[in-house]
T-cell receptor
Framework: GAGVSQSPSNKVTEKGKDVELRCDPI?????LYWYRQSLGQGLEFLIY????????KSGLPSDRFSAERTGGSVSTLTIQRTQQEDSAVYLC??????????FGPGTRLLVL | GENVEQHPSTLSVQEGDSAVIKCTYS??????FPWYKQELGKGPQLIID?????GEKKDQRIAVTLNKTAKHFSLHITETQPEDSAVYFC??????????FGQGTELSVKP
């Protein structure tokens, strides 16, 4: 079946611009996660959606980062006024049981 | 705070040899421990996981062991092949449904 998909696969933007990254989870998965992976580094948790509960935003690095999940399915991660340090791979994962997470291919963001 | 330490950071083995990657975790409430394989330019792929009610799990050439008392868990790959070359991440569950990841091990299998 279809896995987690993310778009765009690559994004180049200029410092100060806003970007939106999209995640389509596996159908029926109620939990959705966003992570950031800097070059050669591990995965840094950003935000977690579970069903209709309020999202866990404890990993968002600043108020320039926000995310929403519409209709319990697709999610969008928005970074406002991008900075060069935001350059990274942004990974989305979804889960049926809030434990076993399946990842998408990621969006590679480069801020010039 | 909670953390997961992973060792070694790089590992080079000869094809056919075994590879072992070790992780320790700090949160005694962790009860789920997955391992992911990440190839260049791709997202992490779940390869095996273990829950705290078992001490070992095996799937073909891959096995994971868990010692809850010591808060250690390990990935064992036997009969390594060049296609096993990748970065491997361990993770441990936290309260509330999140995972905390190790820093990764870059495995290189030389033919």
């Amino acid at each position: 079946g279809a896995g987690v998909s993310q778009s765009p696969s690559n994004k180049v933007t200029e410092k100060g611009k806003d970007v939106e990254l999209r995640c389509d989870p596996i159908s029926g998965h109620t939990a959705l996660y966003w992570y950031r992976q800097s070059l050669g580094q591990g995965l840094e948790f950003l935000i977690y959606f579970q069903g209709n509960s309020a999202p866990d935003k404890s990993g968002l690095p600043s108020d320039r980062f926000s995310a929403e999940r519409t209709g319990g399915s697709v999610s969008t991660l928005t970074i406002q006024r991008t900075q060069q340090e935001d350059s990274a791979v942004y990974l989305c994962a979804s889960s049926l049981d809030s434990q076993t997470q399946y990842f998408g291919p990621g969006t590679r963001l480069l801020v010039l | 705070g909670e953390n997961v330490e992973q060792h070694p950071s790089t590992l080079s083995v000869q094809e056919g040899d075994s590879a072992v990657i070790k992780c320790t975790y700090s949160d005694s409430a962790s009860n789920y421990f997955p391992w992911y394989k990440q190839e260049l330019g791709k997202g992490p792929q779940l390869i095996i996981d273990i829950r705290s009610n078992v001490g070992e799990k095996k799937d073909q050439r891959i096995a994971v062991t868990l010692n809850k008392t010591a808060k250690h868990f390990s990935l064992h790959i036997t009969e390594t092949q060049p296609e096993d070359s990748a970065v491997y991440f361990c993770a441990a569950s936290l309260r509330g449904g999140k995972l905390i990841f190790g820093q990764g091990t870059e495995l290189s299998v030389k033919p």
